[in-house]
């Protein structure tokens, strides 16, 4: 009888889930036929003990939510001692269910007992909340639910605890996203479990905020998780809860998903399903977060339209605001810059009117961009305020390019997230490493923490895999689909390069790394010359890490982590120390792209002579234009002459020193002081000469001290003190030696002094790396002692990273390199002359 | 029955599944490791700084075959992995007493 009934009921159950019914409705109705089967199972079973007692049903056959296969989770209170009679009754209840092969959870106690805390067992004091008398003695429920479940009582504050815990534990399982391409339907954040939480905080906090959202949305949403559970467990046989790919084309099938093909319907399905899981994780976050104080504090301005209070972002006309969609991204970067969230407000405002603007309503001038490139910067909560765009659909609005990878699906065995949460995610792993927990990280905190344009990559991120949403090559898709963004929001030209160059590349470090012999020179001499600079290597490393990670769990090893790292190293050594023995023989190097805008006052010929004997990298740090302006300052030079060109970058901070004249011993010192005696700060550049004697120097400085910004003769007079240096009129050593006091005691942080010097790399220089504090004069000081050494600088690379300046020399001495004596005794001067600038 | 065991450099991994399984071997461990032999590494130097490496990534790969495919699993790998260069790897037999399916608990008799 008690089988026919059981099947009876599963039948029942079975029914409506193949028609994709088995949701609230149809779960509670299975749950009351569970009740009357255990409640004639009681009937019997009662007569062995007099002790009186209550059959519970707790957990989720408490909340009614029975599947298939869910577990029955029974307790049983006895009002008394748990004797052998006792035992027996419970045994008498026990058998029979198993007989009927349900999966039983059971828990004996003494009504005395319920009152002690069992801390240790979060789970159980979860589960009574939802404690629903089944059977048995009601007065002994009730006495139960005096002491466990009702208000004040003394299990409340241990339970929410328990909550948080769980619920925390939980979703870091699942990294935190429910974006999720095999999600959990039962425990995923955004699933089952988070609804029961949501029920159960807002009913136990006094503190938690009611119930933001229409309850309706969030009965919607428990709803449709259960028909598909009902479905997982009627296809798998068992309480198993993950909706696999494979699963998902069932599901979808059952639920009729609108779609000619599989992959369509499947589409339509989690994309239903990700916009549930949203509702029901935004419900979550409303219910947890703090009640706001009584009264509230006064709103403070923090921008244009805009307000804060308690570490929300408000505006101060909501109306006025829904007119100006421009203003909308200042929100997001308000919350960033005071370390808060974007208001409800905000995000419903966005979700209302964000369909009604196109996207150039978005970003009308330079300053609408200039504030995008703000808010990607990388640094604690962009991956939350990023995250809060991309839901309240702002993120599509403004770039319909990254909508089209809307809960996309890739499925494969690797990946875990959905195109547009990994995409997100990859910013995340971005953010993280201003704050690396492991030496591993460090090492990849500390290219991070080096970036010149940190905003460009998270640019690239943004974009790198839009393409996914055809079946066409992603990578040369996304280039297309980002520069059609960028141009339309004019970012200049020069960003657009670097962030199409990586999202072209973004595979072939990684490909490089894990699937080719990355210990092979030719190898790293490839990357090498595909990335062409240190910034652009650093860029692509850290974008691989993290677009690695972002993948899944556990697929960015340390082991892969090693493996990137000594690749980084090879080619940064490969880029820096190497690059002097690749150099531009006209003959043999393509110079079509410079050929193609050759101007009319530029032959080939002049050209090839310019660029004859240069280092390759040369060609790679330039664009065409600076190119023929070179070629044009090494016209008609005299032995003594110098021509030079003075420039001022688009930041307006940094200006750009080119200098070039006929080689001659210490020329590089003698330009070094100059700049120096300007008190100019030496940022980054580049020394090098060609076959025919021409030297070129590149620098990159800042204006300190206002000299340049604040005389109008000023540029006028560097020239002329070059000119009077280089041609020997002028003796900088002399002209310098009062102000080195001065000098010094600008001291920088101190950085411990490297000179690492290198004989084998290259096949023509001794190679001299320098790491010391960035100082006034430091390039003066070395290159002094380097050309006292009547050793020649054919190449220099400087740059300066924060407080470090990192510079590297390469060297000749009568046209070889320098014996092992010689660079030991350059070393040993060079350590000296660096110690004496830091002492005190 | 044997255990044939091959660490080899990380980007052969492919090229020795693919040997093993033309040779019907087609169960195995991947692991990624770590090591060095008798050259026990090398120092590099990043920004004037010398650093060892003494413990390279590398993969070790296990196969467990019937004696008589020893001679030519040991020969798929040592040809798909073998570049000449120092750090190629080594193989190792080792004989297995017993084996056992866990879902059914018969013995294993591959």
Known sequence: ?840 | MKIVKAIVRPNKVDDVKDALSQNGVSGMTVTEVRGHGRQRGHSTVYRGSEYEVSLLPKIEIEVVVPDALVDDAINAIMKAARTGEIGDGRVFVIPVEQGLIIRTGEEDVV
């Open chain 1, 1 to 840: 009888m008690l089988k026919e009934a059981l099947a009876t009921a599963r039948d029942e159950l079975v029914s409506q889930t193949r028609l994709a019914y088995g949701g609230l409705f149809a779960v509670r109705q299975y749950a009351a036929r569970l009740d009357e089967i255990i409640t004639r199972i009681h009937l019997a079973a009662q007569k062995l003990t007099e002790t009186p007692h209550a059959l519970v049903a707790v957990g989720g056959y408490g909340r009614r939510h029975m599947c298939l296969h869910s577990d029955v989770d029974l307790l049983m209170v006895f009002d008394g001692a748990i004797g052998a009679a006792e035992k027996r009754a419970v045994k008498a209840v026990l058998h029979p269910l198993w007989d009927l092969r349900l999966d039983i959870g059971h828990q004996v106690r003494e009504l005395g007992d319920t009152a002690t805390v069992d801390t240790d067992n979060p789970e159980y004091l979860i589960a009574l909340r939802d404690a629903r008398f089944v059977a048995g003695d009601k007065t002994v429920f009730e006495r139960f639910s005096d002491v466990c479940i009702r208000e004040g009582a003394a299990l409340e504050e241990p339970t929410l605890a328990a909550l948080r815990d769980l619920v925390g534990q939980r979703h870091t399982q699942f990294q935190h996203t429910l974006y999720q391409l095999e999600p959990d339907i039962k425990d995923a954040p955004g699933a089952l479990r988070d609804v029961s939480a949501i029920r159960l905080i807002a009913a136990l906090d006094r503190q938690a905020q009611p119930l933001k959202f229409r309850a309706g949305r969030l009965n919607e949403a428990e709803d449709f998780m259960l028909r598909i559970r009902s479905i997982l467990h009627l296809e798998r046989g068992r309480n198993l809860n993950v909706l696999t790919h494979e699963l998902q084309e069932t599901v979808a099938s059952a639920f009729g998903s609108p779609g000619e093909k599989p992959h369509t319907q499947v589409g339509a399905l989690m994309s239903t399903y990700f916009h549930h899981a949203r509702i029901i994780s935004r419900g979550l976050a409303s219910t947890v977060a703090p009640r706001p104080q009584t009264p509230p504090p006064d709103p403070v301005p923090v921008g244009d339209g805009l307000v804060g209070r308690e570490h929300q972002i408000s505006f101060l006309d909501g109306t006025r605001a829904s007119l100006q969609p421009h203003l909308w991204l200042g929100a997001f970067e308000a919350a960033l810059d005071h370390d808060s969230e974007v208001s409800d407000q905000v995000l419903t405002c966005i979700e209302r009117h964000g369909d009604r603007y196109s996207p150039e309503r978005f970003f009308p001038g330079k300053a609408e961009r200039d504030r995008l490139l703000r808010v990607l910067r990388p640094r604690p909560g962009l991956y939350a305020r990023l995250s809060e765009m991309h839901a309240s659909g702002l993120l599509g609005r403004m770039f319909p390019e990254f909508q089209k990878i809307y809960c996309h699906v890739i499925r494969d065995f690797y990946h875990k997230y959905t195109v547009d949460e990994h995409t997100l995610l990859t910013i995340r792993n971005l953010e993280r490493l201003g704050d690396p927990k492991t030496p591993g990280r460090r090492r990849f905190g500390g290219l991070f923490a080096e970036l010149d344009r940190p905003e460009l990559l998270v640019t690239a991120l943004v974009f790198h895999d839009v393409g996914k949403w055809t079946n066409r090559n992603h990578c040369e898709e996304g280039v297309r689909m980002a520069e059609t963004a960028l141009r339309r929001i004019r970012m200049p030209e020069p960003d657009i390069a670097n962030v199409s160059f990586l999202i072209r590349h973004h595979l072939q470090m990684s490909t490089a790394a894990f699937r080719r012999d990355s210990g092979d020179p030719e190898v790293v001499e490839q990357l090498a010359r595909l990335v062409g600079t240190e910034e652009r290597l650093k860029q692509l490393c850290l974008m691989t890490l993290v677009d690695v990670e972002a993948v899944g769990p556990d697929v960015m090893t340390p082991w892969k982590e090693d493996l990137l790292w000594r690749l980084y190293v090879d080619t940064y050594n490969r880029l820096t120390l190497g690059y002097g023995d690749d150099v531009i023989d006209p003959a043999a190097t393509s110079l079509e792209a410079l050929l193609e805008t050759l101007p009319p006052d530029i032959t080939q010929t002049d050209l090839d002579a310019f660029l004859e004997g240069l280092p390759r990298r040369y060609l790679r740090t330039v664009d065409p234009k600076q190119v023929y302006d070179h070629v044009r300052l090494g016209r008609d030079l005299g032995p003594s002459d110098v021509h030079c060109s003075l420039g001022r970058d688009l930041a307006d901070s940094v200006r750009e020193l080119t200098v070039v004249s006929v080689d001659q011993p210490k020329l590089y010192a003698k330009v070094c002081g100059v700049l120096s005696y300007f008190g100019m700060d030496i940022l980054r550049g580049q020394a090098m000469s060609n076959t025919h004697g021409v030297a070129l120097d590149v620098f990159q400085f800042t204006d300190a001290e206002q000299f340049l910004g604040q005389n109008a003769s000023a540029e006028s007079e560097l020239i002329h003190r070059l000119q009077e240096v280089v041609a020997g009129r002028e003796d900088i050593d002399r002209t310098l030696a009062p102000k080195q006091r001065g000098l010094a005691r600008r001291r920088s942080p101190h950085i411990k002094v490297v000179v690492h010097v290198d004989n084998q790399y290259s096949d023509r220089f001794s190679i001299i790396e320098i790491i010391a504090s960035n100082a006034w004069g430091l390039l003066y000081r070395i290159s002094r002692v380097i050309s006292d050494h009547d050793s020649n600088i054919d190449l220099v690379l400087i740059s300066t990273e924060g407080d470090r300046a990192i510079d590297v020399f390469h060297l000749t001495r009568n046209g070889g390199k320098l014996t092992g004596a010689e660079t030991d005794s350059l070393r040993d001067a060079l350590l000296e002359a660096l110690a004496a600038a830091d002492a005190p």
